[in-house]
C-alpha cells in the first residue's frame, strides 16, 4: 500500500494526516493542477457535486450515495472549505484523491478558496488549532491559487436509461410518455425514483425545444416514491445511465455542460475568454476570475449587482444567449444554497446543485449530486472542441442543442449514529 | 462500490469550544433554579458575546460592551450573526427613541423602561449616558445570578457608573447585602424570577416603579423561555394589576419564529441538545400570532410586527446599509435570509395620551405569514 493509499484510508477514517505528509500532497497537487486549464475538460459519465464546506461526514454520505472513487466520476465544483468543522479532513480527502485518481476527480475553484475568506469562514482558524500553526492552511492556500475555474462536460447523454432497468426485471418504472426519453430523474438517498419528467423523442431538431422546462424538486422528498415499487437498491450510480440509442430516431446532439462555481461574468461572452484569465493568483475583488466564483442567477434581464458584494445577478437572457453562443445546453454552478439540493432555472438553461445537506448544521436543507449518463451514440469519441458547434455550422439545426439527461441524488445530513458523529454534535450559533 | 469505512468514532475532533456561561454557578441562592433556568441564564452569555462581536467589529458602537462580557469568552462571530445582532439592537433602539422622544429634562415628560430578563444588557448605560439629567426611570428584572453579575460590572467599572451619573460614593444609590439589586434614582435592578411575578399580589415586588408613567416593556428573548400560560401571566401583571388602566403602556418583544419549515424545526431540535426550549414558540409561530398575541393581552392601540429580514431591507438606510455590508464580506446570502425570517420583532401599546404616537410612523410588515 503506497502512501498515498494510507493517507485515504486514513483521511477516511476522519483522522489528519502529518504536516510533512500535507506539504507533500499539496506539492504533488499543485504540479498536477498546473497542467489543467482554466477550463478542464471532462468526459461523461460524470457525477456533478456543489458546495461541501468542511461537512466531512456528510461528505462521506455523498460518496455513500454518488459511488466511491475511482468507480464513479466526479467533478466537485467548489467551497470545500469553511463553516463545517472538518474543512481540513474533506479538503485533504478530496486532494489525496485527485492526486491518486486524476482522471476521475476534478475539483474547480470556489470562492471560498481564498485566504481572505478562509480567515473570516473558519478554515483558517481550523487549520491553527489542528496543526498548532499557519503552515497546513498555507499550503493549502497555495493549492487554491491552481484549482481550475471551470469544466466543460463533454459527451453526456440526452437521455437516462429508467433507473433499475436491466438490473431488476422487478421494478416498476414510470410510465413514460408514449415514444418519450427520459429527461430527469429525480433519486432520494435510497435509490427510490421520486420524480421523473420524459420529453417527447426527437425526431427533427425542429420539434424539441417546446419541450424544456424546469423542473422542481418535489417538496418532500423523504417521504419516498408514489411511483416506484418496493424500495430496491437501484442503479449503479456515477456509472451514468445511458441510452442504448436503438428507439431514437435522430442522434442527439447534447450540447457541452459547463461547470463552474458561481456563474457568468459580464467580461466573459465565450468559454475561451475564461481560458484567456490568468488564474494562478488570490481570488480578485472584481473582474472575469471574480465573478465566475461569486455571480448568481436571479430572475432579472441582463445584469444586476450582487448583494454578496462580489460578482453579479444575471439573468435568464444572459444565460440562454451564452448557451447559444457556445454550443452550451446547461451550465451547472453551486454557490447558492437550495433548500431541496438543486434547482433548474431559465428553461433548464441553468441549475444550482448544493451538496452540503442541513448547511451549517442549521439549515434544515436536503444536499444534491447530479448525474450526467455517457452518449452511448459517440461510440466513445466526443468532440474536444467544445464551444464550436454553434459558430462553425452558423444559423442551421446544430444550434439546437439538446439538455442532457439529469439524474438527480438528493440525499440528507448523515445519521450521526451511523456516520460516527461526536456524541454532543456542534450547536449553531443562534439569537438568544 | 463498498460503502466507505465509518469513522472512528475516538478519533473525531469536537467542534470549536463553547465558552460556558462565565456567570453560571457564581450564585445559586434562589430556591427554585434548576438545572433547565440555569440553563435560560447562561442564554445570556451567547447575547452578550454576540454584541461584543458585533462592537468589536464596527456593527455597533457600545462603549459598555467590553465591560458586561467576560474576556474569556469573547468570540469572532459569522458574519450573518453579526448582522443579526446589528439589526434587532438597531431596531429596538429605534423603537426606544420613538417611545422616547426628544430629550427633555422637564419632568412632565418623564418615562419609565422596564426590561425583563435584561441579563448584560447595554442599552440602559447607552441610554443615561445621553439622557442626563435622566428624564427616564429604567429598570430591570432577572434571575439573581444575572443582576448579582451585572452589580459587580458596575461596581468595578467607572466607565459604568459614569454612565449612569452616579458614582460608587454617592448616596443615591443603595444595592442590597447579596449585592443583588441596586437602586437610583434612575436606574433600578430587581432580582427575581420573572413567574413569582403571577403568584405575587404586592405592588412592593417591584419597588420603585411608578405606576403613573408612560411605560415600555422590553422582552428580549426572555417570555419565550416561560411556559405559555406563564408568559401570559407575566404580561397581564403589568397591563392588569401593576398599572392602572389609564397608564399607557406598550411592549416590544423580540423572538424565533415559523418552527415549522425545515430551518425552523433544525432551530428547535439544536437548541435542544443544549438544554434550551423555546416553549412559546410554537404559540406564537406567525407574525400575526404574534400581532394577535398583543391584542389580547391588552395593548388594543395599535399592535406591528416584522422580522429581522424586512427590519434589515425597510429600516436600515441605503447608505448605512452600505457602510454595515462592507464590515465583512457577507457570502451566505441565502443563509441570512433564511436566519432573519425566522426572527421578529413585535411592537403593541395600549395609549389615550399619544406616549406612543413615535410608533405610529413605523414600518411594519403586512401579511399574514
Known sequence: MSDLDRAIEQLRACRLIPESQVRELCYKARELLIEEGNVVSVDAPVTICGDIHGQFHDLMELFRVGGDVPDTNYLFMGDFVDRGFYSLESFLLLLCLKVRYPDRMTLIRGNHESRQITTVYGFYDECIRKYGSANVWRYCCEVFDYLALGAIVLGASSELEPTGSGMNDTTQSTMPIDDGELETEVLNSRGEVTMSTYRQRQRAASDISTDTQNISPPRDISSGSTQTGPPIRNGVPGTGASGDGNGSLATSRTGAVLCVHGGLSPLIDSVDKIRLIDRKQEVPHEGAMCDLLWSDPDEIEGWGLSPRGAGFLFGGDIVKSFNHLNGLSLVARAHQLVMEGYKEMFDGGIVTVWSAPNYCYRCGNVAAILELGEDANNGGTVSRSNGEYGRSNGVGELNTVVSPGRRYRVFEAAAQDTRGMPAKKPVADYFL | ?369
Open chain 2, 1 to 369: 462500490m463498498a460503502a466507505p469505512r465509518i469513522p472512528n468514532l475516538n478519533t473525531l475532533r469536537r467542534g470549536r469550544g463553547r465558552g460556558r456561561g462565565g456567570l453560571r454557578g457564581v450564585d445559586d441562592n434562589g430556591t427554585r433554579t434548576t438545572g433547565k433556568d440555569r440553563v435560560v441564564q447562561g442564554t445570556d452569555n451567547d447575547a452578550s458575546v454576540s454584541r461584543l462581536s458585533a462592537v468589536e467589529l464596527g456593527y455597533l458602537d457600545d462603549p459598555y460592551a467590553t465591560a458586561l462580557t467576560d474576556p474569556g469568552n469573547a468570540t469572532r462571530r459569522l458574519p450573518i450573526i453579526n448582522r443579526g445582532t446589528y439589526v434587532r439592537t438597531t431596531a429596538i433602539d429605534q423603537l426606544v427613541a420613538q417611545f422616547l422622544g426628544p430629550y427633555s429634562p422637564d419632568a412632565t415628560h418623564k418615562k419609565q423602561i422596564i426590561s425583563l430578563g435584561a441579563g448584560s444588557d447595554t442599552r440602559v448605560f447607552r441610554l443615561l449616558a445621553s439622557r442626563q439629567p435622566s428624564d427616564l426611570v429604567y429598570h430591570e428584572l432577572d434571575f439573581a445570578v444575572n443582576t448579582t453579575a451585572k452589580i459587580h460590572a458596575i461596581r468595578s467599572t467607572p466607565r459604568l457608573q459614569k454612565a449612569l451619573g452616579i458614582d460608587s460614593s454617592s448616596q443615591d444609590v443603595t444595592v442590597s447585602e447579596a449585592g443583588d439589586s441596586l437602586h437610583s434614582s434612575s436606574y433600578h435592578i430587581h432580582p427575581l424570577d420573572l413567574r413569582s411575578l403571577s403568584s405575587s399580589t404586592s405592588p412592593e415586588i417591584l419597588p420603585s416603579v411608578d405606576t403613573t408613567l408612560p411605560t415600555l416593556l422590553i422582552s428580549e428573548c426572555c417570555l419565550i423561555y416561560l411556559l405559555p400560560t406563564e408568559a401570559v401571566e407575566v404580561v397581564s401583571f403589568f397591563t392588569e394589576r401593576l398599572f392602572p388602566p389609564t397608564t399607557p403602556l406598550g411592549l416590544i418583544l423580540y423572538e424565533p419564529i415559523r418552527p415549522d419549515d425545515a430551518f425552523g424545526r433544525t432551530m428547535v431540535s439544536n437548541l435542544a441538545t443544549r438544554g434550551i426550549q423555546l416553549q412559546t414558540l410554537h404559540k406564537y409561530a406567525t407574525l400575526k400570532a404574534q400581532r394577535t398575541r398583543l391584542h389580547e393581552q391588552g395593548f388594543v392601540s395599535g399592535q406591528a410586527v416584522a422580522d429581522i429580514e424586512f427590519l434589515w431591507e425597510r429600516w436600515v438606510g441605503e447608505q448605512e446599509k452600505e457602510r454595515v455590508s462592507r464590515l465583512e464580506m457577507l457570502d451566505e446570502m441565502e443563509e441570512w435570509q433564511l436566519l432573519a425570517r425566522h426572527y421578529c420583532i413585535a411592537w403593541g401599546w395600549r395609549d389615550d395620551a399619544a406616549a406612543f404616537q413615535g410608533w405610529t410612523m413605523l414600518q411594519a410588515q403586512p401579511g399574514d405569514v
